[in-house]
């Protein structure tokens, strides 16, 4: 009795195991059904170019070349060794080695012999019997670096892995489902499937980026950034009066011609995805709020406490640098860059006024930029907001913002209170150039602030910080600028206060300021403070916004409007 | 002599569930061996594996009646050597498989020598020697293992004897077909453990099966490849991984519902072996996980069914190769399956009664016969003889 015993143990074992192999079928035939039917139907595919990606001059910053592989079809193939060494002189690979691929080959429509062949190569390795040549697509970025953040890349199977590529994906793919007709493996017609449709190429894209202007970016952020040994850097040049993205570079940064050896942390855009606490760059912002709410007169004194200042519910408060500032206007506090000026003004806005005008210039959510991967920053409620809220956040502490969401903001003042939405797309073309989808967003209505307050932080107290106060550096011979300096401790990670040998160096920069063409932002994370280079806003940052600056409008030709007065000198 | 009682309706439930199977596989070989390209030859029909197989279907079922109708215990060895068909059978499929390894006799197809190709007339019939030679160990270990009962625990006497025989067999087999000889071992493993015998005899061959199975391995850099394609299916898709990846599209393309019968698109080219190792996968394909489910929930009818006849039968040779035969297809029937659904790697093992193949459907069919045998003869009264 013993055996059959056994028996039945090993015939139960057996029916656990066809039951799980059905729990495996349903897993492949449910669960996974729909992965496998698009790679079934993918295999029945022509694949359609996918679209260029050009700057806003027409230069191609991505685009897909053909490239031909030579192939044999090894069921039909019924003398390997001759094939081999007939093809063998025309693609310079050994017979032997030709040999070996045909007949190893698991798939039997399908050796792959050369890849990237050229046109003499293909057109007599076809004449071959059982030779054929298959063209697929490659795609390229001849920018290399310099655009990799915003274009991004593909993987193998040329699907956008990242920036541009995968935020237009889907118009960038063209349609491949639309083919006409199931083939088999030898390429002979089965039936027709849909006579109708007809394959598409992917839709070419142009980027309001300038490859000029981002070159002069990323060269001179590239040499600060390696000159002071800062863990990381961005530069983003726009134009005011559209949102439309000019240069966006975030370092350190990749090739994507060459994404196998690239270190996958440096594919994050910066620009886009780091927040961090902006410190007093942020104070234009908030005094232009104060001043709109009438809460503040432009030639109000307001008392600076002689560079001490305490009291309940919001600790204490210092200066940067140990200033001791007595009366100050809300001009010379933005020049000076006073901290408790700042925190002052904000007691007089008060919670709910503050809280609106910063959500209003954009801060605690996405700028809805054409790129993925953006964060929101973090701009708490006003409900979770205590005495020290609504003191630090006018010069720039507790709130966390990303480098784009500044340069919405300081467009938004620059272009005189008109709310705008970055972009990076300008428009959508077809393989014969015509233009079929204009992507600019529609033109802004209403005011964030008034036009009058806008401009007068621009052109005075911005202007004022450039030619007498923290942005020294900043200063244009052919252009007034206006500019701001922010030099951020970084938080320490376990809460516990800031760190004092860690920086976020940033400076915002425009001009001219009567009509402002481009603002650059420039902020650099982490400067070695041991290089004994600097570290704040004004002394790391400033002169590489100001020297893309003054490239960036030669390039675009602004008219000098300083000229006179220098010649006046 | 054998006198059906009214009651015992197990043999018609295993001769249906096993008809189903092939009908469905004949449906199936139909299906996936369908071919755009070229026209039938109804003059040379036979080379094709589609009209081939519904010429098996009913020659199956004809063998399967035949072999039903022959006493299984005319199998046993008990009465002598030379008085059961066992020994014959053994010594002749050992002399088949030497002959195949001429090249005089058999052609080298997919590089392996495993048919022999006999002219006959018009038509060439090909033959596996290797499905012949599982069944014959299967059979003379059954009997081997009845005649000698409590006997078998002794190991340089009978153990040993048993294990030579088996390893003759699958030797000879291990060169030209890895998988079908690793299938035999392992059967004639399990019908040992059945027998009785003591499981430390059987750890000692456990470092000959080991070094067997390197070798096997270091001989064979497709082998390998294979193996770590398995563990890697996606890097390899385009080469040693192509058949497993397309299998999986196969199935996972057909979906709970499936394509519909005859419209599956992957037996165009696309996946190798349709018709015979990987035909679960067409039915998968166009019959989606209904199909797929049916066809496990029939081999699982046939388990139980197998179990009761086991339990049914009165005599230990008729336990014994009730449970030999029932372990053999469903082992082999989950092995298909479990490569086809990529839970193991790729190993040439047809599904019983639903792949294309004349030698491995007949010698089931024959088997199963055996089966239906031992299950009409199970609900008699106790024999007068019995031990």
Same mark, same amino acid.
């Given at each position: 009795?013993?055996?059959?015993?056994?028996?039945?143990?090993?015939?139960?074992?057996?029916?656990?195991?066809?039951?799980?192999?059905?729990?495996?079928?349903?897993?492949?035939?449910?669960?996974?059904?729909?992965?496998?039917?698009?790679?079934?139907?993918?295999?029945?595919?022509?694949?359609?170019?996918?679209?260029?990606?050009?700057?806003?001059?027409?230069?191609?910053?991505?685009?897909?070349?053909?490239?031909?592989?030579?192939?044999?079809?090894?069921?039909?193939?019924?003398?390997?060794?001759?094939?081999?060494?007939?093809?063998?002189?025309?693609?310079?690979?050994?017979?032997?080695?030709?040999?070996?691929?045909?007949?190893?080959?698991?798939?039997?429509?399908?050796?792959?012999?050369?890849?990237?062949?050229?046109?003499?190569?293909?057109?007599?390795?076809?004449?071959?019997?059982?030779?054929?040549?298959?063209?697929?697509?490659?795609?390229?970025?001849?920018?290399?670096?310099?655009?990799?953040?915003?274009?991004?890349?593909?993987?193998?199977?040329?699907?956008?892995?990242?920036?541009?590529?995968?935020?237009?994906?889907?118009?960038?793919?063209?349609?491949?489902?639309?083919?006409?007709?199931?083939?088999?493996?030898?390429?002979?017609?089965?039936?027709?499937?849909?006579?109708?449709?007809?394959?598409?190429?992917?839709?070419?894209?142009?980027?309001?980026?300038?490859?000029?202007?981002?070159?002069?970016?990323?060269?001179?952020?590239?040499?600060?950034?390696?000159?002071?040994?800062?863990?990381?850097?961005?530069?983003?040049?726009?134009?005011?009066?559209?949102?439309?993205?000019?240069?966006?570079?975030?370092?350190?940064?990749?090739?994507?011609?060459?994404?196998?050896?690239?270190?996958?942390?440096?594919?994050?855009?910066?620009?886009?995805?780091?927040?961090?606490?902006?410190?007093?760059?942020?104070?234009?912002?908030?005094?232009?709020?104060?001043?709109?709410?009438?809460?503040?007169?432009?030639?109000?004194?307001?008392?600076?406490?002689?560079?001490?200042?305490?009291?309940?519910?919001?600790?204490?408060?210092?200066?940067?640098?140990?200033?001791?500032?007595?009366?100050?206007?809300?001009?010379?506090?933005?020049?000076?860059?006073?901290?408790?000026?700042?925190?002052?003004?904000?007691?007089?806005?008060?919670?709910?006024?503050?809280?609106?005008?910063?959500?209003?210039?954009?801060?605690?959510?996405?700028?809805?930029?054409?790129?993925?991967?953006?964060?929101?920053?973090?701009?708490?409620?006003?409900?979770?907001?205590?005495?020290?809220?609504?003191?630090?956040?006018?010069?720039?502490?507790?709130?966390?913002?990303?480098?784009?969401?500044?340069?919405?903001?300081?467009?938004?003042?620059?272009?005189?209170?008109?709310?705008?939405?970055?972009?990076?797309?300008?428009?959508?073309?077809?393989?014969?150039?015509?233009?079929?989808?204009?992507?600019?967003?529609?033109?802004?209505?209403?005011?964030?602030?008034?036009?009058?307050?806008?401009?007068?932080?621009?052109?005075?107290?911005?202007?004022?910080?450039?030619?007498?106060?923290?942005?020294?550096?900043?200063?244009?011979?052919?252009?007034?600028?206006?500019?701001?300096?922010?030099?951020?401790?970084?938080?320490?990670?376990?809460?516990?206060?800031?760190?004092?040998?860690?920086?976020?160096?940033?400076?915002?920069?425009?001009?001219?300021?009567?009509?402002?063409?481009?603002?650059?932002?420039?902020?650099?994370?982490?400067?070695?403070?041991?290089?004994?280079?600097?570290?704040?806003?004004?002394?790391?940052?400033?002169?590489?916004?100001?020297?893309?600056?003054?490239?960036?409008?030669?390039?675009?030709?602004?008219?000098?409007?300083?000229?006179?007065?220098?010649?006046?000198? | 002599?054998?006198?059906?009682?009214?009651?015992?309706?197990?043999?018609?439930?295993?001769?249906?569930?096993?008809?189903?199977?092939?009908?469905?596989?004949?449906?199936?070989?139909?299906?996936?061996?369908?071919?755009?390209?070229?026209?039938?030859?109804?003059?040379?029909?036979?080379?094709?594996?589609?009209?081939?197989?519904?010429?098996?279907?009913?020659?199956?079922?004809?063998?399967?009646?035949?072999?039903?109708?022959?006493?299984?215990?005319?199998?046993?060895?008990?009465?002598?050597?030379?008085?059961?068909?066992?020994?014959?059978?053994?010594?002749?499929?050992?002399?088949?498989?030497?002959?195949?390894?001429?090249?005089?006799?058999?052609?080298?197809?997919?590089?392996?020598?495993?048919?022999?190709?006999?002219?006959?007339?018009?038509?060439?019939?090909?033959?596996?020697?290797?499905?012949?030679?599982?069944?014959?160990?299967?059979?003379?270990?059954?009997?081997?293992?009845?005649?000698?009962?409590?006997?078998?625990?002794?190991?340089?006497?009978?153990?040993?004897?048993?294990? %030579?025989? +088996?390893? &003759? =067999? !699958?030797?000879?087999?291990?060169?030209?077909?890895?998988?079908? @000889?690793?299938? #035999?071992? *392992?059967?004639?493993?399990?019908?040992?453990?059945?027998?009785?015998?003591?499981?430390?005899?059987?750890?000692?061959?456990?470092?000959?099966?080991?070094?067997?199975?390197?070798?096997?391995?270091?001989?064979?850099?497709?082998?390998?490849?294979?193996?770590?394609?398995?563990?890697?299916?996606?890097?390899?898709?385009?080469?040693?991984?192509?058949?497993?990846?397309?299998?999986?599209?196969?199935?996972?393309?057909?979906?709970?519902?499936?394509?519909?019968?005859?419209?599956?698109?992957?037996?165009?080219?696309?996946?190798?072996?349709?018709?015979?190792?990987?035909?679960?996968?067409?039915?998968?394909?166009?019959?989606?996980?209904?199909?797929?489910?049916?066809?496990?929930?029939?081999?699982?009818?046939?388990?139980? %069914?197998? +179990?009761? &006849? =086991? !339990?049914?039968?009165?005599?230990?040779?008729?336990?014994?190769? @009730?449970?030999? #035969?029932? *372990?053999?297809?469903?082992?082999?029937?989950?092995?298909?399956?479990?490569?086809?659904?990529?839970?193991?790697?790729?190993?040439?093992?047809?599904?019983?009664?639903?792949?294309?193949?004349?030698?491995?459907?007949?010698?089931?069919?024959?088997?199963?016969?055996?089966?239906?045998?031992?299950?009409?003869?199970?609900?008699?009264?106790?024999?007068?003889?019995?031990?």
């Amino acid at each position: 009795m013993k055996s059959v015993r056994i028996i039945i143990f090993f015939l139960l074992l057996l029916i656990v195991a066809f039951l799980s192999l059905a729990g495996r079928c349903f897993y492949l035939q449910y669960s996974r059904s729909g992965h496998y039917y698009s790679a079934s139907t993918k295999q029945q595919l022509q694949k359609p170019q996918r679209g260029v990606i050009l700057d806003c001059r027409g230069r191609v910053l991505a685009a897909s070349n053909k490239i031909q592989t030579i192939f044999a079809e090894p069921r039909i193939i019924k003398d390997a060794k001759s094939i081999s060494t007939k093809l063998a002189p025309i693609v310079n690979i050994g017979a032997q080695e030709i040999c070996k691929l045909i007949t190893e080959s698991k798939n039997p429509g399908f050796a792959k012999i050369k890849l990237g062949a050229g046109a003499n190569q293909c057109s007599a390795a076809g004449k071959i019997y059982g030779i054929g040549v298959q063209s697929n697509w490659e795609r390229h970025y001849p920018m290399g670096p310099l655009t990799a953040h915003i274009v991004g890349f593909t993987s193998a199977d040329n699907q956008g892995l990242d920036g541009t590529e995968l935020q237009y994906n889907k118009e960038l793919s063209g349609s491949a489902g639309q083919n006409i007709f199931f083939a088999d493996a030898s390429r002979r017609p089965i039936r027709l499937k849909q006579q109708n449709s007809v394959l598409t190429d992917g839709v070419g894209i142009i980027l309001t980026l300038d490859t000029t202007i981002q070159q002069f970016a990323r060269a001179e952020l590239l040499n600060q950034y390696e000159s002071i040994g800062a863990e990381s850097a961005m530069a983003i040049v726009a134009e005011p009066e559209t949102g439309a993205i000019l240069a966006l570079v975030s370092l350190p940064d990749f090739d994507p011609n060459d994404i196998r050896s690239a270190d996958p942390n440096n594919f994050r855009n910066r620009a886009i995805s780091d927040q961090f606490e902006p410190g007093s760059i942020l104070k234009p912002i908030a005094a232009a709020i104060a001043i709109d709410a009438g809460v503040v007169g432009l030639d109000e004194k307001i008392f600076c406490e002689w560079g001490h200042y305490r009291g309940r519910g919001f600790g204490r408060i210092g200066e940067y640098g140990n200033h001791e500032f007595g009366d100050l206007t809300v001009r010379e506090i933005l020049v000076h860059s006073s901290n408790i000026g700042m925190a002052k003004i904000g007691q007089k806005l008060g919670k709910d006024k503050l809280y609106s005008g910063m959500k209003h210039f954009g801060f605690g959510k996405k700028t809805r930029v054409d790129l993925p991967g953006e964060v929101g920053g973090l701009l708490r409620p006003v409900q979770k907001w205590t005495g020290y809220s609504v003191t630090r956040i006018p010069f720039g502490q507790e709130i966390s913002v990303t480098a784009i969401q500044l340069v919405r903001a300081f467009c938004i003042l620059a272009n005189g209170g008109h709310p705008i939405r970055p972009f990076l797309v300008k428009a959508m073309v077809d393989n014969d150039g015509r233009i079929i989808k204009l992507k600019r967003p529609s033109p802004a209505v209403g005011f964030v602030i008034s036009p009058e307050v806008a401009q007068w932080i621009i052109t005075d107290a911005m202007v004022g910080v450039v030619n007498e106060g923290t942005g020294k550096r900043a200063k244009l011979e052919k252009w007034r600028v206006f500019g701001k300096t922010g030099t951020a401790n970084i938080a320490k990670s376990d809460g516990g206060g800031y760190d004092d040998d860690a920086y976020v160096a940033s400076f915002i920069a425009g001009a001219p300021a009567e009509e402002p063409a481009a603002i650059v932002l420039v902020s650099i994370r982490k400067p070695n403070i041991k290089l004994g280079k600097g570290y704040t806003g004004g002394t790391v940052a400033a002169p590489v916004a100001a020297a893309i600056l003054e490239k960036t409008l030669n390039y675009l030709g602004v008219p000098h409007n300083l000229s006179q007065n220098v010649a006046a000198f | 002599m054998v006198t059906r009682t009214k009651d015992n309706s197990l043999p018609d439930y295993i001769a249906m569930a096993v008809i189903i199977l092939m009908a469905i596989g004949t449906v199936f070989v139909f299906s996936a061996g369908s071919n755009i390209g070229r026209e039938l030859d109804l003059q040379r029909f036979y080379d094709f594996a589609v009209l081939r197989q519904i010429l098996f279907f009913p020659l199956a079922v004809i063998v399967m009646y035949i072999a039903s109708r022959f006493d299984y215990r005319r199998f046993r060895l008990a009465a002598g050597w030379l008085k059961s068909p066992v020994g014959y059978l053994l010594v002749f499929s050992i002399a088949l498989l030497i002959l195949v390894l001429f090249p005089q006799f058999a052609p080298e197809i997919n590089r392996a020598r495993r048919w022999f190709r006999i002219p006959a007339g018009p038509i060439t019939v090909s033959f596996q020697p290797s499905e012949l030679a599982k069944w014959a160990v299967i059979f003379f270990l059954t009997a081997f293992c009845d005649k000698f009962s409590a006997d078998i625990k002794l190991y340089w006497r009978r153990f040993i004897p048993a294990c %030579l025989i +088996i390893a &003759v =067999v !699958v030797g000879l087999i291990i060169t030209e077909d890895f998988g079908t @000889a690793a299938l #035999i071992s *392992l059967l004639a493993l399990l019908m040992l453990i059945i027998a009785g015998v003591k499981l430390w005899h059987i750890a000692t061959l456990l470092p000959f099966g080991a070094i067997a199975f390197f070798a096997a391995l270091i001989r064979s850099p497709a082998r390998k490849m294979r193996i770590i394609a398995f563990l890697n299916p996606e890097k390899w898709a385009d080469s040693a991984a192509y058949q497993a990846n397309q299998s999986l599209i196969a199935l996972g393309s057909g979906g709970l519902w499936g394509r519909g019968l005859g419209r599956g698109i992957c037996k165009y080219g696309h996946l190798p072996a349709d018709t015979t190792d990987f035909i679960f996968a067409i039915i998968g394909e166009e019959l989606g996980f209904v199909g797929t489910a049916a066809v496990i929930g029939l081999f699982i009818v046939f388990v139980w %069914l197998g +179990i009761l &006849v =086991v !339990v049914r039968c009165r005599d230990r040779f008729g336990q014994l190769l @009730a449970g030999g #035969i029932v *372990l053999t297809i469903a082992t082999q029937a989950a092995l298909n399956i479990g490569v086809v659904t990529v839970v193991l790697p790729t190993k040439g093992i047809p599904l019983p009664f639903v792949s294309a193949g004349g030698t491995s459907m007949l010698l089931s069919a024959a088997a199963v016969g055996v089966l239906i045998n031992i299950a009409k003869q199970s609900s008699k009264e106790p024999l007068e003889d019995n031990e």
